[in-house]
């Protein structure tokens, strides 16, 4: 994965947060709790306001797309507010007919369905993924398009940066970006006597205060203090975070296009010491970590099973909507310091469109965006797509939040500040901390180089030894899972 023009990027995450305030950033949320809802969102989005919104002529090209980022079935108010989206496609552009195609990117299943023909027009997936799709040429050039539209230079350059190939072409574009941090059940802390005199939680601030802070928790309230991942890839995406606060660098890209793995660092070592400590010496895990995968995370935390889980800020409603957390019960807080330093882990959505599409079909799935109010302009329906999105969060008992833009528009930024001043639904100081951080450009880091998703699996099988091993050699283990990707690295990025 491509880090140019890092310092851009996290200049421009600062700045915008200043200016913002307080928006929102998740997709799967963008939706209306009930139908009059969608209706409205529906109407007010249907105002021409501009040549990129208008009516569409009777005698434009029939175009049928497929919306892969249709939410799934269980989320029913948010299918309500794409139900309004496809409204509102219909009175705008009644030549283009929506199909729900939920997708949820999955590297296993992915180039299967692309091969098979049977790619949705319009799909989400990570920002470790678009040099391999792009190199793989299973996802589409959408440059064309974006340039006609004036959107190239509306999207940050350093996201540019990561979904182009090296002749500067475009594949994708960003639905939104995070930052790692600590999300916490604050009935937990209470229960703990772990909240100062107005209330609000004694987070921790290093990873030892962490341990000792998870220790209280689940001695006074039974309840596990943290729940750790290591079921799958995500354990060992958490960990890389837990590893460069402990000083370690995972993977170094060289001069030459090879790779370094760094897994067996003194530093890595160090930070899956730490790890197992938590489970043999303080034993504040939930009671199987080896069952406990994202989605799990989000459940534990809000049904009250662990008290802390590294999280996000585009994943909000899971917590809350999915799991039941009160809004006045939940908080973020920074990542702790640990002896290497204090850093989140930046990354991100970006959208990307199926090879196959032809360019109608690209610029219709590019309209639908607009009218969620997922692009880089403020015409009247792309506004109305934001309060739809914000008003459905209120609903449902979603924090409306500040976002971190990956579009610098200023236009697009003042109307997000404004709908999330007008629906701002939560105590901003129980994320202060958080926004806090994650606003230095010294504190965030991209996800490690070469092939990330590899190295995430290798350190997964570490971390499954530690929680089921209480005398389990961490130092060997490491160095066998460096021995391991090295090699893939290796295999696929050979000298040039």
């Known amino acids: ?24 950033e998740t997709t799967s949320n963008s939706s209306s709790s009930a139908n009059d809802t969608s209706s409205e969102a529906s109407a007010e989005s249907s105002v021409e306001t501009d040549e990129s919104t208008e009516e569409a002529d009777s005698t434009e090209e029939a175009v049928t797309i497929t919306l892969g980022i249709w939410p799934e079935d269980t989320l029913t108010e948010d299918i309500a507010v794409h139900e309004g989206y496809v409204a509102t496609m219909a009175e705008l552009h009644p030549n283009v007919t929506c199909v729900p195609a939920y997708y949820k990117y999955s590297t296993d299943t992915f180039m299967p369905m692309v091969e098979s023909g049977n790619c949705p027009t319009i799909f989400e997936s990570w920002f470790t993924e678009p040099q391999k799709l792009i190199s793989q040429g299973a996802i589409a050039d959408i440059t064309d398009e974006l340039e006609a539209r004036g959107w190239l230079d509306a999207m940050n350059p350093s996201i540019r940066e990561l979904l182009s190939d090296d002749n500067g072409r475009v594949y994708g574009i960003p639905r939104d970006g995070y930052a790692l941090g600590l999300m916490l059940n604050v009935e937990l802390f209470e229960e703990a006597g772990l909240v100062d005199e107005d209330g609000y939680p004694l987070y921790p601030k290093t990873w030892d205060e962490l341990a000792e802070t998870a220790k209280t928790i689940k001695e006074k309230t039974g309840f596990a203090g943290l729940c750790l991942l290591a079921k799958d890839n995500s354990g060992g995406w958490h960990f890389s975070n837990i590893a460069w606060c402990f ?100 990354g991100g959505t970006p ?20 009218i969620m109010g997922k692009a880089p302009v403020a015409t009247e329906a792309a506004v109305a797509g934001m309060k739809a999105d914000a008003e459905n969060k209120v609903a ?18 003042d109307a997000e500040a404004a709908v999330v001043e007008e629906y701002g639904n939560v105590d901003p100081k129980m994320f202060e901390s958080y926004f806090e951080a994650t606003a230095s450009d010294g504190n965030l880091r991209l996800e490690e180089p070469g092939e990330t998703q590899d190295m995430y699996a290798e350190l997964t099988k570490v971390l499954q030894e530690v929680i089921i091993n209480e005398n389990a050699d961490v130092a060997a283990l490491m160095q066998q899972a460096n021995d391991n990707y090295q090699a893939i690295l290796d295999d696929k990025y050979p000298a040039e």
């Open 1 to 24: 994965m491509k880090k140019k023009l890092i310092s851009l990027l996290l200049c421009t995450v600062m700045a915008a947060a200043m200016l913002t305030g307080c928006g929102d």
């Open 247 to 346: 000083g370690a660098t995972l993977c170094t890209e060289n001069a030459d296009g090879t790779f370094t793995a760094n897994l067996a660092s003194d530093e890595a070592i160090a930070a899956m010491e730490y790890v197992k400590s938590l489970k043999w010496e303080y034993d504040v895990l939930t009671a199987d970590p080896l069952n406990e995968d994202w989605g799990s995370g989000f459940t534990q935390l809000g049904t009250g099973g662990a008290a802390m889980y590294i999280g996000a800020n585009d994943a909000v409603q899971q917590p809350t909507q999915v799991n039941g957390l009160a809004l006045d019960k939940f908080a973020m807080c920074p990542i702790p310091e640990g002896p290497g330093g204090q850093y989140s882990l930046y």
């Open 351 to 370: 959208y990307f469109f199926s090879k196959d599409a032809t360019s109608a079909e690209i610029n219709a799935a590019l309209d639908y965006l607009e």
């Open 396 to 413: 449902q008992g979603v924090p409306v939040l500040q976002r971190f833009p990956c579009w610098i528009a200023q236009d697009v930024l």
